[in-house]
């Protein structure tokens, strides 16, 4: 049962335009979201994060969005550089069953120069 | 450099062998997490150790079964392997207890081919 959905495989965007990236989740006790990238032949690394109490959190060109209601939460990237092209995932956490992470099953994305 | 390391990188083995992969968790982390990546699918969870013990289970085959040893550091153990067991295992630490809210950090994976 895959509780965190990355529905969308890959996505081109040009250099210098915005890239969104989707995530969806079911189970609405995930308290912790967590967004990783990743490039080939290397392990994911750590992006950005956000608190289920948070709807919104920057780190330069990152910011993660949270939907509550919608359980959605989405990565918007500006502006996309050519070095961001990797494999992006969502995460999610179960704080109160011992910090469980719940991975989606990414999004290719390619920042066309 | 995460700070996780995993050994080996590559493995290439026949269908029905064992083998053992090995995680050294960054210095101070108590959880080790193991994730199976199957070719264009995302991260299994398989399995999560803290302080040495069993904290959650996830889609781990009976075949496989790990554990964390005193010094943090955590085996995989994937035993009757079958060609489809062929994938990139992952192991993450992290230092978190029940409910913090810290990220976990990767190793660089053992791809395990199964011929």
């Known amino acids: 049962d895959q509780q965190v959905k990355q529905n969308s495989p890959s996505l081109s965007v040009q250099e210098g335009r915005i890239s969104i990236l989707n995530c969806d989740y079911t189970n609405s006790m995930f308290d912790y979201f967590l967004w990783y990238k990743k490039y080939p032949a290397e392990g994911p690394t750590f992006l950005i994060s956000?608190?289920?109490?948070?709807d919104k959190n920057e780190d330069g060109r990152f910011t993660v969005f949270l939907n509550k209601s919608a359980k959605h939460l989405s990565l918007h990237i500006v502006p996309s550089q050519p070095g961001d092209s990797a494999v992006y995932f969502c995460?999610?956490?179960?704080?109160?069953?011992?910090?469980?992470?719940?991975f989606g099953t990414g999004t290719s994305l390619t920042v066309i120069p | 450099d995460s700070g996780v390391t995993q050994t080996p990188k590559h493995l290439i083995t026949a269908t029905g062998q064992r083998v053992t992969l090995r995680c050294s968790p960054r210095s101070g982390d108590l959880s080790v997490y193991w994730y199976q990546q199957s070719l264009d699918q995302g991260l299994q969870f398989l399995i999560q150790y803290y302080n040495g013990e069993e904290r959650a289970k996830g889609n781990i085959l009976e075949r496989f079964s790990a554990q964390q040893f005193p010094d943090l550091h955590s085996e995989l153990n994937l035993s009757s392997l079958e060609l489809g067991d062929s994938a990139l295992y992952f192991c993450?630490?992290?230092?978190?207890?029940?409910?913090?809210?810290?990220?976990?950090?990767f190793g660089q994976g053992t791809r395990l081919t199964v011929v």
């Open positions: 995460a999610a956490k179960l704080g109160n069953t011992g910090n469980q992470f719940y």
């Open positions: 993450a630490s992290s230092v978190a207890k029940t409910g913090d809210h810290t990220e976990a950090f």
């Open positions: 956000i608190s289920s109490i948070k």
